[in-house]
């Protein structure tokens, strides 16, 4: 089983990119509580500090990828997000 790396994409003082990362830790956690492996992950990159990032997503943070894959734009659904972590696992 092959460990998952969510990656949420923001900036300080955005309102949504803290929303998002609220709504992502919980969702980890209740997966991680119903199988604790694989296991789960998250890195914060902020578009201040990434070029790239930046030019790729001005428009749409927050941005979650998962595995490295673009989940979701603006707002997270949290039943989409566990659906996809409990695919992935």
């Known amino acids: 089983m092959a460990n998952i790396h969510l990656t949420l994409i923001g900036k300080p003082g955005c309102h949504l990119c803290d929303d998002a990362r609220e709504l992502v830790t919980t969702v980890m956690q209740k997966v991680v509580d119903e199988r604790p492996a694989p296991e789960i992950t998250l890195e914060e990159r902020s ?16 941005v979650l990828l998962i595995n490295g894959k673009v989940h979701n734009y603006w707002r997270i659904d949290p039943m989409r997000l566990r659906t996809a972590l409990l695919e992935v696992s």
């Open 47 to 62: 578009i201040l500090d990434d070029a790239e990032l930046h030019s790729l997503y001005v428009e749409d943070i927050p």
